[in-house]
């Protein structure tokens, strides 16, 4: 985009950010989600909901037609929501106000290798708003470096930079980030992934919802190296409390929760060097238990999942070549010990499902 263009459109950003910052939280975002329901089904977007409701329908095979449409709705309302909540988080989420628009989960794994200063990896998804996981832990007085991925439009990308560098976070580009982790590791910040998206075929290819997924290395990689803590979490909107306790009864009675964004940061599992120390292949274990973690952030809130990404694409040589399922990934896979032999069984007949359609199309990746 040529210069004055880009200009242009800040200016047209930052005035409509001054613009949604005048009305009442609670009306500018339920306005996005009314536009975000319109788009979904509007003709423009015909191709991306059905192929988001083609992998919702994959993930949730019991789900009825209706049950998914609802989820590919849902998906895209929350898609415009939390564009207007990135925007705002830089005013809603800061020291004297982050409680109003984020609740901790009392259980909260892996804070106890923060304060004793073990090297710790935060791990997301793309799940709820998970732009607001570092400032709000970064509020908390834990020294978060983000990595991200610069965007495109210089304009937009300086509004989001100084977003989050509003809490307190530094931002880490994702280029040469991976090399430069060790190293802040050591100065005791705790780097920030978003580590659910498609790794090629040359990342590890491990369990997602019953289909062998490609996933970055890298994390498992990191890990090892430094003796790391991964605290696997997810920031989501109003998920039912798993108990009623005494901030919810506060919340009820003092209406704290209208006129937020109504998140709750839930650390779900914290994986310790101890935990794959013993594995016959470390990095696989390490590599599979964060996949399996980020299935289960998105089976408690699959509306708020980016289905839209294509995170099956690429498939493992033996698929493309059509050699067969390896015994001694099944071996793996039996290994783990959230699986059973049913479980494992279910992939490798997936899996020799994937490769006879990659036959049939004679390609070598899903679209």
Known sequence: MPA???????????????????????????????????????????????????RIAFAFPDWTPDRVRECAD???????????????????VREDSWMNQVRFDPV????????????????????????????????????????????DLRSVDRVVQQTRAGTGMRLVEKFGAMRRLPSILDTGAVPALVADQNAGERGEFVPFFGRMTSTYK???????????????????RDLPPRSLGVDELHDAALERRRNSMAYTCRMIEAIRPEDWKD?????????????????RMVREAPEQYFWMHRVWKSRPAFEIERTGFPPELRDKLLALPWMTPDAVGAIIEQSDADAARLAKTGSRRFG
Do not use: K
């Not at 009314?34 to 988001?52: E, K, L, M, P, V």
């Not at 849902?74 to 809603?92: D, K, P, S």
């Open 108 to 151: 909260f794994r892996g804070l106890d290798d923060v304060l004793d200063g073990r090297p710790v990896v935060s791990v997301t998804a793309h799940l709820g708003s998970f732009e607001v996981i570092g400032p709000a832990l970064a509020l908390l007085g834990v020294p978060m470096q983000a990595i991200y991925r610069p965007l």
């Open 74 to 92: 849902g998906v895209w309302r929350h898609l415009f929501r939390m564009a207007g909540e990135v925007a705002l988080t830089g005013r809603m």
């Open 279 to 295: 594995q016959p292949d470390p990095a696989f274990y390490i590599t599979a238990r964060v996949r399996h973690n980020i299935e």
């Open 4 to 54: 004055w263009a880009d200009a242009s459109l800040g200016i047209v950003l930052r005035s409509a950010l001054g613009l949604a910052t005048a009305a009442p939280l609670d009306t500018t975002l339920a306005a996005l989600e009314s536009f975000g329901a319109r788009f979904a089904r509007s003709r423009f977007n015909n191709r991306r909901r059905d192929t988001t409701m083609e």
């Open 218 to 236: 890298s994390v498992a990689a990191v890990a090892m190296r430094r003796n790391a803590v991964l605290v696997c979490g997810a920031v989501t």
